[in-house]
């Protein structure tokens, strides 16, 4: 039928790892954030979601590393990560092989693509789907963006791998959510876990708030790297879903949770 | 012999169980499967987290490589700087530091 549903959410694995560690002041209200979003996802009456994440080599890796990919399986399962060290337990993910093969031979029109009937999900869509499907109810189709090993798409490609995503979804018949995960800056897993470069994220987001395409993609990955870190090239995925949506965003929620190794974001971004 | 053998080591041990356990029984023939040059083998050997991370493992791999071999985070944190005061700045890849040793950016 089309998209009914874009938005953007962090990923962090101390998001629930290591809750405990983390003043509840800042912890409670993200995770209410996150919360509402569930709602508002589940008031669209989707028949699937897609998480479109920015894996850390769950999958994928320098041996062949596909640049976008989209899963066509199935099922899926996750998390891959030890379930004690994430917090999250583990569990089977249904997907639609059928729904998959129509929206990525659509896409296929305009973008290269991986697919995958195997897939396990890592911190990138366990940490989001533990806050958004928390029974494990939806229907779930995977999609990625190398951020990780460069060289890695060029931005401009990041948005129209989401622009092709929305016409593949407005193209099949059932109602589809997206939700795209990720940084903004970060320094994650190196001894700078923690670092939050506030100011530029909260540009960024007013640039995704706005849609201001050329804004989002005027980025160099030198300034990235520099200003928001190696975890800052996962701007791919925020990109992406503004390229689906191209409507008014709103930024639900942005606050910097160092033990959680990122500034906290929850936003979505009106159908146009 | 590389970074990139010395990932996928890391890759293959983080994603499969059969792996872990071959590491488990045995971790010097686990590492004799890769082309590894002696300061890698002995860094895996070792558990050394801080030579590893100098070397420009990908913290996302590393951090459960920590996790595997019983490194709770924030001595995995701490690990990394002293690799970085032992060895000297990192060497390759993307991960390198950009806080001094004294930081604690998190508290941890
Ligand atoms: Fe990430």
Redesign the pocket.
Known sequence: MTLVYSGVCS??PGITGRADLADPALRDPFYAAFHAMRDEIAATKPDALIVL????FANFFMDKMPSFAIGMGESYTGPIEDPDWLKIPHRAVKGDPDLSRRIIAEMMQTVDLTYCEEWRFD??IMVPLHFLDPANELTVIPANIN?QGPPLAPLHRAWAFGEALRRAADAVPERIALVA???IS?W?ATPDSGKINEEWDREFMRRWVACDKDAMLSYTDEETYRDGGQ?GF?IRAFIAAAAAAQGQGTLHFYTPIPIFAVGCTIASMEIA | MSLYTLSKLLYELNRSDEAKARFQADRESFTHEFALDDEERSAILEGDIGLLYVLGVNG?ILMHFAALIGVEWADYLQQMRDGVTRYGPVRAGLYAMTTRSDEKVAGL
């Open positions: 990923h962090g994440a920015a894996e850390h911190h990138g951020c995960t990720g940084g970060h994650p975890g996962e | 996302q």
